[in-house]
């Protein structure tokens, strides 16, 4: 029922023309937390999308990039791409991945590559395809990634590669949101267990996509309404989410969640940007708000990135953002 709800509080906004979206991730083009993000904001109206994501896991590999302008050569060949999302990706570097019925689906492609060369490959070469229909040669206008199996908050963040692929797309000057949760057990978008001893993973995948839904939709909305951008120039957001199971949380509807926001507490970072959100006294960092204890509190963190050296995003950034999420969503201090 609540995915009912969620559905209408999502409905297509007034606009003339939606924004062209590339999402993409680390766990691989097939994986089920991916698929049912870029289904449920395509099925709210947002369908100038394509999705460019790494053939295989490429969890951990940061911002790396191939020096290969189109992606690896695939030696030895593997067959398929993770998860059987794809018709066999022997000797190729790059390819189509597949609809539900088995035929190949010209919005979804797999780089035999890091996160960041499938970025890069969506906005050099599959976007002009990809968005033909809107116009030649448009690229991207919001880059989103995840949402990937496993926390990126702190430290985790520099060596993520959901945060690199968003961080590659923020330095190329399109506005990126790369998403996490704790839920980090893998699993495929066609799985055949998602009825059966997977149907936990399958209702985080979709409590995760629904939030991270709404957050987008609200972003495109008040840039929208101000004729600005969707995000700070050279900044990045990080979101993470907690588990989203029954049993580990009971965090497992979108209506549970609230949101706070914070920052990313690398090692190299000594200081808290000097921000508040509504009344809190102070801005926690990821870690806090992910930590053990605050589990069962739903609590999902929002952080300001510098895109090139993963720095804490300037006041200025932090205050713009706050403004654009204003009066949306449930909001809680720690
Ligand atoms: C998004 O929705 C459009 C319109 O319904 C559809 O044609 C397109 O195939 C969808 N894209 C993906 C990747 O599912
Ligand atoms: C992928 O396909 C192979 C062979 O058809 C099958 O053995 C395997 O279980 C499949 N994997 C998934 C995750 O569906
Ligand atoms: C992708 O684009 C880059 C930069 O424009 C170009 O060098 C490369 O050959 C292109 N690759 C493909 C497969 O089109
Ligand atoms: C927004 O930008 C468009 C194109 O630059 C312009 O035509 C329009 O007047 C602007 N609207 C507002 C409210 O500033
Ligand atoms: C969440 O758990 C409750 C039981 O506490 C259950 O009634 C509800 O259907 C669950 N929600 C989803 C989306 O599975
Ligand atoms: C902040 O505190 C003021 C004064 O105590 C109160 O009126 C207001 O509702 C609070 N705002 C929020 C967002 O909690
Ligand atoms: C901080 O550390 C991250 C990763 O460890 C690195 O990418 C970044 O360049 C560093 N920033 C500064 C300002 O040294």
Known sequence: MMHFLTLLTLAPLCRARNPRIIFSNDDGLGSLNLYEFYHTLNSSGYFDLLVSAPCDDKSGTASRDTSDPEGDLRTPAQGECRFNSTHGAPGKRHGHGIK?????????????????????????????????????????ELALTGINYGSN????????????????????????IGFSGSFGR???????????????????????????????????KAADSINGTYLPKGTLMNVNFPDATLSSTGCNDTSKFKWVLAYTKLTNVTVAPDVRQGNCSRIPTEGEVLSKDNQKKCLISVSMVNAEDLGVASVKDYTAVLESLKGWGSWACL
């Open 100 to 140: 539900t019925d088995g035929s190949e689906d010209p919005y979804l492609y797999w780089v035999n590559g890091y996160p960041a060369t499938s970025m890069r490959l969506g906005i050099d070469n599959f976007s002009s395809d990809a968005f033909s229909r809107l116009g030649s040669n448009l690229k991207p």
């Open 153 to 176: 908050g702190d430290s985790t963040a520099s060596i993520s590669g959901t945060v690199g692929a968003a961080r590659y797309a923020a330095k190329r000057g399109i506005p990126a």
């Open 186 to 220: 893998h699993v495929g978008w066609n799985d055949p267990e998602l009825g059966g001893k997977n149907s936990d993973a399958l209702v985080v995948a979709k409590t995760y996509a629904g939030l991270a839904t709404s957050l987008v939709l609200q972003i495109i």
